[in-house]
């Protein structure tokens, strides 16, 4: 049954979720596994950026875009990154926060295409 997403707890569920997705996807997984071999401290420092920027809790320090540039992403590995986000959302989660959530991950999906395509 899908609920609001509400706490750290949800953002675990989603993360995890969403991750494990990454590192199987055909188009993004292979970028992702080559540079990223133990996921735990990536998880970890997820849970913090999603509690921080939809709950307001404080701990994340980081530059997401600095640590994504390199590794040649183009327009059409953000749409499927922002394919897989959605779809980990909505099935497990509905409501405001959900929707919140998504348009978030949208918004940073179309900064980091504008910046590389700069």
């Known amino acids: ?21 990454v ?8 970028i992702f596994n ?12 997820m849970y913090q950026f999603w509690n921080a920027a939809l709950f307001g809790v404080p701990g994340f320090k980081g530059n ?7 590794l040649g992403l183009k327009k059409e590995h953000f749409e499927r990154w922002l394919l897989l986000f959605n779809d980990t959302i909505d099935t497990h989660f509905e409501g405001t926060m959900a929707e ?4 978030r991950a949208d918004i940073m999906a179309v900064l ?5 395509e700069s």
């Open 1 to 21: 049954m899908k609920k609001e997403l509400a706490n750290l707890d949800d953002i675990i569920v989603f993360v995890n979720g969403f991750y494990q997705k």
């Open 23 to 30: 590192q199987s996807d055909p188009l993004i997984g292979p």
């Open 34 to 45: 080559a540079v990223i071999s133990d996921w735990q401290p990536h998880l970890e420092k």
């Open 64 to 70: 997401p875009f600095a640590r994504h540039a390199p």
């Open 100 to 103: 919140e959530t998504k348009k």
């Open 112 to 116: 980091f295409i504008s910046k590389i």
